[in-house]
């Protein structure tokens, strides 16, 4: 097989590189100059800056140096670590055209949010490059003046509010060097007050939720700080006693999966029955969970143990093998009225949701009367009238004529009491 010559080359010829493997140098200084300079004759005129900043854009590289611009915008010059500017080069390098610069009032916050609307509109592939850079810059607001931490504060309610930024920004400070100084709370509080004022509180409840921040709010406390008693003090003096409804929710949430899992452990373990109860009221204790929402949690765990049998006809007499082990855990926790109709609603929505279940209701409820779960009155009132939808005349039809046998019952119970 012939081998490939290679072709002859020229001594001193020179290889030619192709534009398009000419990689200019990166020079955010460069940018910045170019930048300042456009700013500067804008002046103060927030419509030039804007009409300044959509025309410089065909000629300086935003894509490249979109960190770098956004850096000008809100500080005034490029950041380095820490927070503060760079000043190399022997040109300005910084300008009281940005953020830092404009006054802390929340018509002057509006006015600059423009200028940032304005820009994204225009050049659409800096909107994700703003989300990385507002993660950057507020890890870097102890480097920055406590009015300067206001403004950004105030201006990051308004960029998450119109949806420049997502909420899940404000997460980057839980970061320990912010927490200890009490900055990453100052700042979040600053953030709150400002969305309350400007858009209400029900919006940000809501933007909480969307970026998962209604479970980690007490992160943003120092660790010697973090107590409910304090949480609720420093939100409340905040007016803002909506977020701590949020935080007892979410932490409510929790202890009941809490709950959960450790009933689900115990049952797997076949721990004994008074241990179980025991453990459960504790962590309900604590954790102010009532028992009608216990009751609720014991029966889908419960039900979570077996394997249920596809068969009709078979899944009956399983169940009610399976339910006799427990009647009386479930019986510790339906001690009211109100957590015997918790259960049987439960019941329900669960024979409902499995339609091999769809006949087992009745027996499952004459099983509970029979071992003291549920009583007669609650059984009644459920029938008459506060049953779910879920159901119903299929359940309702089941239930009638041990319904009628209850009141028949009770009439003849009620008329022995009055002879006597």
Same mark, same amino acid.
């Not at 005129?45 to 009409?51: F, Q, R």
């Not at 239930?399 to 019952?409: T, Y």
């Given at each position: 097989?012939?081998?490939?010559?290679?072709?002859?080359?020229?001594?001193?010829?020179?290889?030619?590189?192709?534009?398009?493997?000419?990689? &200019?140098?990166?020079?955010?200084?460069?940018?910045?100059?170019?930048?300042?300079?456009?700013?500067?004759?804008?002046?103060?005129?927030?419509?030039?800056?804007?009409?300044?900043?959509?025309?410089?854009?065909? #000629?300086?590289?935003?894509?490249?140096?979109?960190?770098?611009?956004?850096?000008?915008?809100?500080?005034?010059?490029?950041?380095?670590?820490?927070?503060?500017?760079?000043?190399?080069?022997? #040109?300005?390098?910084?300008?009281?055209?940005?953020?830092?610069?404009?006054?802390?009032?929340?018509?002057?916050?509006?006015?600059?949010?423009?200028?940032?609307?304005?820009?994204?509109?225009?050049?659409?592939?800096?909107?994700?490059?703003?989300?990385?850079?507002?993660?950057?810059?507020?890890?870097?607001?102890?480097?920055?003046?406590?009015?300067?931490?206001?403004?950004?504060?105030?201006?990051?309610?308004?960029?998450?509010?119109?949806?420049?930024?997502?909420?899940?920004?404000?997460?980057?400070?839980?970061?320990?060097?912010?927490?200890?100084?009490?900055?990453?709370?100052?700042?979040?509080?600053?953030?709150?007050?400002?969305?309350?004022?400007?858009?209400?509180?029900?919006?940000?409840?809501?933007?909480? #939720?969307?970026?998962?921040?209604?479970?980690?709010?007490?992160?943003?406390?120092?660790?010697?700080?973090?107590?409910?008693?304090?949480?609720?003090?420093?939100?409340?003096?905040?007016?803002?006693?909506?977020?701590?409804?949020?935080?007892?929710?979410?932490?409510?949430?929790?202890?009941?999966?809490?709950?959960?899992?450790?009933?689900?452990?115990?049952?797997? &373990?076949?721990?004994?029955?008074?241990?179980?109860?025991?453990?459960?009221?504790?962590?309900?204790?604590?954790?102010?969970?009532?028992?009608?929402?216990?009751?609720?949690?014991?029966?889908?765990?419960?039900?979570?143990?077996?394997?249920?049998?596809?068969?009709?006809?078979?899944?009956?007499?399983?169940?009610?093998?399976?339910?006799?082990?427990?009647?009386?855990?479930?019986?510790?926790?339906?001690?009211?009225?109100?957590?015997?109709?918790?259960?049987?609603?439960?019941?329900?929505?669960?024979?409902?949701?499995?339609?091999?279940?769809?006949?087992?209701?009745?027996?499952?409820?004459?099983?509970?009367?029979?071992?003291?779960?549920?009583?007669?009155?609650?059984?009644?009132?459920?029938?008459?009238?506060?049953?779910?939808?879920?159901?119903?005349?299929?359940?309702?039809?089941?239930?009638?004529?041990?319904?009628?046998?209850?009141?028949?019952?009770?009439?003849?119970?009620?008329?022995?009491?009055? &002879?006597?």
């Amino acid at each position: 097989m012939s081998q490939k010559i290679e072709k002859p080359v020229l001594s001193g010829q020179r290889i030619k590189t192709r534009k398009r493997d000419e990689k &200019e140098k990166y020079d955010p200084q460069g940018f910045r100059d170019s930048v300042l300079l456009g700013l500067d004759k804008a002046g103060t005129d927030l419509e030039a800056v804007s009409k300044y900043l959509d025309t410089a854009g065909s #000629k300086l590289d935003y894509r490249r140096y979109g960190e770098a611009l956004f850096d000008i915008l809100i500080a005034g010059g490029l950041l380095v670590p820490g927070g503060s500017i760079a000043m190399e080069g022997d #040109k300005p390098c910084k300008t009281e055209c940005c953020l830092f610069g404009v006054s802390e009032d929340m018509e002057s916050m509006h006015n600059y949010e423009q200028v940032f609307i304005k820009l994204m509109r225009r050049y659409k592939y800096l909107e994700k490059m703003f989300e990385e850079e507002m993660k950057k810059v507020l890890v870097f607001i102890k480097g920055f003046s406590e009015s300067d931490r206001r403004k950004l504060a105030r201006m990051t309610a308004l960029w998450i509010s119109n949806g420049s930024v997502p909420p899940s920004v404000l997460l980057v400070l839980i970061n320990e060097h912010l927490i200890k100084d009490n900055l990453a709370l100052d700042f979040l509080l600053e953030v709150f007050v400002t969305w309350k004022s400007e858009k209400g509180l029900s919006s940000l409840v809501t933007a909480l #939720k969307r970026g998962g921040l209604e479970g980690k709010l007490m992160e943003f406390f120092p660790p010697n700080k973090r107590t409910e008693e304090h949480f609720k003090a420093v939100f409340d003096e905040k007016g803002l006693a909506d977020i701590v409804k949020l935080h007892k929710a979410q932490a409510n949430l929790g202890a009941k999966r809490d709950l959960q899992l450790q009933l689900e452990e115990q049952l797997q &373990e076949g721990r004994q029955i008074k241990d179980m109860v025991m453990d459960i009221k504790d962590l309900a204790t604590r954790n102010n969970i009532p028992e009608h929402e216990i009751i609720g949690i014991v029966w889908s765990t419960i039900m979570s143990q077996a394997e249920w049998n596809k068969k009709e006809e078979l899944v009956a007499e399983q169940a009610l093998k399976h339910l006799k082990q427990y009647t009386l855990l479930l019986a510790s926790f339906t001690t009211a009225a109100r957590s015997e109709l918790a259960l049987m609603l439960k019941v329900q929505e669960f024979c409902y949701g499995n339609m091999i279940f769809m006949k087992v209701f009745q027996k499952i409820i004459l099983l509970f009367y029979k071992t003291d779960v549920l009583s007669e009155e609650v059984i009644i009132k459920w029938y008459k009238e506060d049953h779910s939808s879920k159901g119903k005349m299929l359940f309702l039809e089941q239930m009638k004529k041990f319904v009628d046998w209850l009141q028949s019952a009770e009439e003849e119970s009620d008329e022995e009491e009055e &002879e006597d």
